[in-house]
């Protein structure tokens, strides 16, 4: 979709409920990537997952379905498959749309340095959890 000449491209956050920190995990990776490679009604572009919270930028793929529906049918499979009752999200989700490209280059050097800016890592390549499914483009 086409807004003003420009693609939907959002940047978004999910927390985890009360923001207890069980994200930053192998196992939770894998079971995100898997999932978010199998909801294709939007598209997730790069991501980075932190202790308690996940930024990510997502694109519209085509489909008749809204970012708040996507985010919660996907967050509603990585329960399912995660299966730890206690490891819960929050209800709700953030979200803004990126304008320029510009914008969106800084948003992803805020993201991407997140990890250093928690102390989780001193350098921002060391950080395991982040990455990228779809390339999201501005063309």
Known sequence: MLIDGQPTIVF?????????PW???DEVHAILREVWQGADAWL???YVIMPDHIHFFAGWAGRDISLENWTKYWK????KAYRRPDCRWQVDHW?????????????????????????LVTRV???PYRGEISQLTWD
Do not use: Q
């Open 95 to 119: 979200d803004t749309r990126m304008r320029t490209v510009a914008i969106y280059e800084e948003k992803w050097t805020y993201v991407l340095n997140n990890p250093l800016r928690h102390g």
């Open 12 to 20: 978004g956050t999910v927390c985890t409920k009360n923001r207890v």
């Open 44 to 46: 997730l572009g790069r």
């Open 76 to 79: 509603s499979r990585f329960s």
């Open 23 to 25: 994200l930053a995990s």
């Open 125 to 127: 390549e060391d950080w």
